[in-house]
């Protein structure tokens, strides 16, 4: 839970869920199949109820990010960035180019595909408080989410957390890490200064975490 108590993380099992409270509900990604359960008691733990939600961020596609999105019962849009935005609703498939792809092929085929509209997220977009910050290298259409009101980024998986610092994600969990790198140098240097950061796997950072990011990207 972010100091201001309208960030909070729903699950904290083999990804994290966020679900952001600023007048409006927006989810964070979707964690795997069976974490639906333990999104739902979440919402209404914190005095929601899922029709509350008014949109999903998605920072990429992958197995234990979009999980849960056919069987939580939302009635919302999807934001998520090409192509990954493409392949929640399965009208196109990852590549089998990389192990990426193929793993997201194979994890793929035991999920459902949400009935729910999937928006295309570009590059400086604002949706509601966010603003989306593109950082393609974990997966192609990979996006960061600032809302800068709150003081929180969404950092997905471009880096992860490990021993009270980031990292970048391994290489062999990156559709192109060389990419992934680079992404991380750049959003460094674009996104303004936020206090509190949300990774996909690992505990939040509770303070200066873009001075943490810009530590990492020094680094690479």
């Known amino acids: 839970m972010a100091p201001d108590s309208r960030v909070y993380r729903l699950v904290d099992g083999i ?10 509900l927006t989810l964070v ?4 199949p069976g974490d639906a359960k333990e999104i739902r008691e979440g919402i209404r733990a ?3 109820a899922v029709a509350d939600v008014d949109r999903v961020l998605l920072t990429h596609y992958d197995y234990d990010h979009v999980g849960a999105l056919s069987s939580l019962g939302l009635n919302v849009p999807i934001h998520a960035g090409e192509p990954d935005a493409t392949y929640v609703t399965g009208a196109a498939k990852p590549p089998l180019t990389n192990l990426k792809g193929l793993t997201q092929r194979v994890l793929g085929r035991s999920l459902d595909h949400p ?5 295309p997220v570009t590059d400086g977009e604002e949706i509601g408080g966010f603003r989306a910050y593109r950082t393609p290298g974990h997966t192609a259409g990979h996006t960061v989410y600032l809302h800068e009101g709150l003081d929180v980024a969404f950092l997905g998986d471009c880096v992860r957390e490990e021993e009270s610092t980031l990292q970048p994600m391994p ?6 890490a060389e990419r992934n790198h680079e992404s991380i140098k750049e959003l460094s240097e674009r996104i303004p200064t936020f206090d509190y950061g949300a990774p996909g796997h690992g505990e939040p950072i509770t303070a200066g975490a873009s001075a943490v990011l810009r530590r990492v990207a020094a680094g690479l």
């Open 15 to 24: 990804s994290n869920v966020y679900l952001v409270d600023d007048g409006e």
């Open 29 to 32: 990604d979707a964690g795997t």
């Open 171 to 176: 290489g062999w969990l990156c559709a192109d």
């Open 115 to 119: 009935d729910l509209t999937s928006l």
């Open 46 to 48: 914190l005095g929601h």
